[in-house]
């Protein structure tokens, strides 16, 4: 017998959004190795059209605040379709992600970073305890009785 755990984003979901944010924050401002690791992820995930341009803007020298405020704020990111499910190494690496934007904002200098960029890595616990209550939601509806999932991490 096996069980596995799926987490459906819709693409209107916010989460999915605010995930993705910053997947291409991160890409924008990355090394060409970093942006290199990044492309399967965001071409599995985006539309054509947004991953093409995603790796555009990276070749560009845009300021970082305007980046986030022009085109992060302004929800042009199109998905592949209308839900995205991730399940097993992909939820760990989704954590991963989370987590890291919460170290991003934690090492942030308020004085040299722009308010839109500090903006894009709030709440980032917010997200790993809807992670957690979503899977604990599951079990129930399942018939699991006396759930509780301590946190979910990259780990």
Known sequence: MKCELNLIFEENDGTLRWIFNILIYAHQISDPDIRKALHPTLKEFLHKRSFQEV????????DEGDFVRDYLKQNLIK???????????KIKALCFT????????????PAS??????????GHALKLNQIRH??????????AKG?????????
């Not at 979503?134 to 018939?143: D, I, N, T």
């Open 113 to 122: 970073v722009a308010p839109e960029v500090l903006a894009l890595f709030e």
């Open 55 to 62: 790796v555009r803007l990276a070749e560009t020298d845009i």
């Open 147 to 155: 759930v509780k999932i301590e946190r979910f991490s990259h780990e």
């Open 98 to 109: 989370i987590e890291q934007a919460g170290q991003m904002q934690a090492a942030a200098d």
């Open 79 to 89: 998905f592949n379709a209308s839900q995205v499910r991730f399940k097993g190494e």
């Open 134 to 143: 979503c899977a604990e939601e599951a079990l129930k509806e399942a018939g």
